[in-house]
């Protein structure tokens, strides 16, 4: 068992859609990261998050530490989100982050 | 400019050929690292290093060596490349959080390698 897990692998959507992606991790962490894969292969930072909520602009980052869960959202989807998203956790009192296998998300017009 | 900057962006290498990925970094950070990525794989921890002194294994370090020139500088090198060594390597920088866990990683364009 991985002990970063994401899901689903895959999603697609219609332009507007809400999208929501999910991470389980199985080990104690100080943070979760989300990031994102654009198509050229470019890996962006989005989220740095410890407790509760995030917002920037349509995308929101939750987690929910006693759970050991944590999810993105995407409001108003748009073709221009289509992406790999990946979550990553640093393992407690490590440096080291793990990584999920990633979500390919596809927002058709 | 990017902050986080990697040569070759692509490279055709043959079995047995040493390479050298090259990494520069304008944010003043002291931590670096390198990744590689697999088709259905997570990102993959290769060496990691927190300051010019200090170097560390990822999970993933064996065919692998590095060196950290300086502050702003990590160079990643295959010694005797193999087939499957074949990947997408990512170059990645971060400061010190405040919490002491890894702060925010900044990522370069990655370079794809292929090893015939």
């Known amino acids: 068992k991985n002990e970063v897990e994401q899901s689903p692998q895959n999603l697609t959507a219609q332009e507007g859609e809400f999208i929501t992606i999910n991470c389980s991790y199985s080990?104690?962490?100080?943070?979760l990261h989300w990031l994102q894969q654009h198509p050229g292969g470019g890996i962006v930072s989005l989220f740095m998050l410890s407790s509760g909520k995030k917002k920037h602009g349509r995308l929101i980052a939750t987690i929910n530490i006693q759970e050991k869960h944590s999810s993105l959202h995407i409001t108003a989807s748009h073709p221009r989100d289509s992406a790999v998203y990946i979550c990553?956790?640093?393992?407690?009192?490590?440096?080291?982050?793990?990584f999920g296998t990633g979500t390919r998300l596809q927002v058709f017009p | 400019d990017a902050d986080v900057t990697q040569t070759p962006r692509n490279r055709i290498t043959k079995t047995g050929k040493r390479i050298m990925l090259e990494c520069s970094q304008t944010?003043?950070?002291?931590?670096m690292y390198w990744y590689r990525q697999d088709p259905g794989l997570g990102l993959r921890l290769i060496y990691y290093?927190?300051?010019?002194?200090?170097?560390n294994k990822g999970e993933i370090s064996d065919g692998y060596s590095v060196s950290r020139q300086a502050q702003a500088k990590f160079s990643l090198s295959l010694e005797s490349a193999i087939p499957n060594q074949t990947a997408l390597y990512f170059c990645a920088t971060s400061g010190f959080g405040a919490s002491g866990a890894t702060d925010t990683q900044y990522f370069g364009p990655g370079t794809r390698l292929t090893v015939l």
């Open positions: 990553a956790a640093p393992l407690w009192n490590t440096d080291k982050l793990i």
């Open positions: 290093s927190f300051d010019v002194k200090d170097i």
């Open positions: 944010k003043g950070h002291d931590r």
């Open positions: 080990v104690g962490i100080s943070a």
